[in-house]
């Protein structure tokens, strides 16, 4: 799912902050998970910590796991706030409030009566994106209503639900035809039989088009999205209500067991998962909860096929691998560039920097996956891997360095490879942009100032925070110190008018005897 151009340069920030460990806000995942998050209308919240560099951390929160804008999601509660009874029966309230208006049942039931209905009467009404029976017609008669929906229109409903474009939500960008084309030629290429969809409507159509085409293939796929609207085209072993940012299923275990029983059968054989994020998701809580979708798929594993892994294509900008990389060390980067349907930058055939960054980190081995020759790609017998047309093996680094699909230069004294647009910088001692502000954000850990991890993963970070509240418990210290300067100040003062005020009361009864 691809951002706009406008944002794409706070993202790709944000991705090599992720790297520099220089990032405003990290996940903070309790050592303690018996205690429950607190719920918000998407599912249990995520703990956040703000962390300045040089800076001590500030109090803990808890917040919506899938809306980075308050906007669209407004839960926030400090970690050690209490709550009274009244307040949580009002957040109890909001959640079911925001709740889909149909249960996962009523669309299937409502599905069933809707596909025996004659073309003339099969409605949708694309102001409130629901598909109309008889009988809400009358309240749908003020509406934009499209009439005569037909069945390939029902298997494509990525076409008649208009895309919600929130970039830090949903960012329901669809793959076009050409990239939905590849990934199932290639997925049936690789032998799969099942597919688990993540966030990836438009490949689940695909995949169950070609199951019911004529030309029948044998793949299966299961959609798991957190748009809600699909609940109303598909059966329960089709799709399920869902949000990957904390493996939160909407519909409760009834749909937990049928994503299980997906990845479980066949004993696990045969089965991968697909998944394109919002780009606006942050990597960590996505690989804790892809974490969990392959411990779910290893519980019908035989002892012997432990070492195995599930096959997975997680579809994210290239200027994330090095994230990827910290929680999968065995993923790689496909150079296939993956593109968009409604989006206006993200096409085919853009060259420069107006190519799409959007790339495939995968599992499975890469001279398995041959790249469409008629596209440019070409294969590099020394990486024993398909490249792009402008990706050149180095010899120096020994492999086919460019990330962007343009072509990259040696630089002799970083000892890498670096984007054309680089020049080397004496004064930073590395390779950057003409005119970077020198002296910038210094890489590594906040903590401890090493390169190699980031401040969540030091291992310095017990110390570290033993220090920070004791600097805290001093702070409060003084500030309650300074508070009760101030009430006995307060208290002095009043004393102090009292006495004035009966002075002046005396001397007026005085005046007057």
């Known amino acids: ?17 992720g790297r520099q460990g220089s990032s405003g806000v990290e996940v903070v995942f309790p050592s303690d998970p018996a205690t429950p998050a607190p719920l918000c209308p998407h599912g249990p919240t995520l703990l956040f910590v703000k962390v300045n560099q040089g800076k001590e951390e500030t109090r803990r929160f808890y917040a919506c796991s899938a809306c980075r804008d308050r906007k669209d999601c407004n839960f926030f509660q400090w970690e050690d706030e209490k709550l009274s009874g009244a307040r949580l029966a009002a957040r109890e309230a909001h959640n079911q409030k925001c709740q889909p208006p149909l249960s996962r049942t009523q669309c299937v039931e409502r599905y069933v009566k809707f596909i025996e209905l004659p073309l003339s009467q099969r409605k949708f009404c ?39 474009e929130n970039k830090k939500t949903n960012a329901q960008y669809l793959f076009t035809d050409r990239s939905c084309q590849f990934l199932v030629d290639l997925l049936s290429t690789l032998g799969f039989t099942r597919v688990l969809c993540v966030g990836t409507p438009r490949l689940h159509e695909l995949i169950r088009l070609k199951a019911s085409g004529e030309k029948k293939s044998n793949i299966k796929s299961l959609l798991l999205d957190i748009d809600f609207r699909y609940s109303q085209f598909y059966m329960e072993d089709s799709f399920c209500h869902y949000n990957m940012f904390n493996h939160h299923f909407f519909d409760g275990k009834a749909a937990l067991e049928v994503c299980r029983t997906f990845l479980q059968e066949d004993k696990g ?34 002892q012997d096929s432990n070492q195995k892994e599930l096959p997975i294509f997680w579809i994210f900008p290239y200027f994330f691998e090095f994230r990827i990389r910290q929680f999968f060390p065995s993923f790689c980067m496909l150079d296939y560039q993956v593109d968009y349907d409604n989006h206006a930058l993200y096409k085919h055939g853009k060259t420069g920097r107006k190519q799409s960054p959007v790339r495939i980190f995968t599992n499975i081995p890469p001279n398995k996956i041959i790249l469409p020759s008629e596209e440019g790609y070409r294969f590099c017998p020394l990486c024993q891997r398909y ?113 004035k005020k009966s002075r002046r009361e005396r001397a007026h009864q005085y005046l007057c005897s």
């Not at 054989?269 to 974490?291: N, R, S």
């Not at 969990?292 to 019908?300: F, N, P, S, T, V």
Request: charged share 25%; aromatic share 4%.
């Open 1 to 17: 799912m691809a951002a706009p151009r406008d944002w794409l340069g706070t993202v790709e920030a944000e991705g090599i902050a």
């Open 126 to 164: 694309q102001g409130c994106q629901q598909l109309l029976l008889p009988d809400d017609w009358e309240r749908h008669q003020e509406h934009r209503v499209v009439g005569d929906i037909s069945v390939t229109q029902l298997k494509r409903p990525s076409q008649l639900l208009y895309p919600l």
């Open 269 to 302: 054989e045969g089965v991968i998962m697909v998944t394109d994020p919002p780009f606006g998701g942050l990597v960590e809580p996505l690989a804790v909860t892809f974490k969990k979708l392959i411990a779910m798929w290893k519980e019908g594993q035989s």
């Open 387 to 499: 490249v792009s047309l402008e990706n050149q093996h180095c010899e120096h680094c020994n492999s086919c360095t460019s990330k962007d699909g343009r072509k990259w230069n040696h630089c002799f004294l970083c000892k890498k490879c670096v984007k054309p647009s680089w020049i080397h910088c004496s004064i930073c001692s590395h390779c950057a942009l003409p005119d970077h502000s020198c002296g910038g954000p210094k890489d590594g850990c906040f903590i401890c100032g090493e390169l190699d991890h980031k401040r969540s993963t030091c291992p310095k970070i017990a110390t570290s925070k033993k220090v920070n509240k004791a600097v805290r418990k001093q702070k409060q210290r003084k500030s309650n110190k300074m508070k009760m300067g101030t009430t006995k100040g307060q208290s002095m003062n009043h004393t102090s008018v009292t006495r």
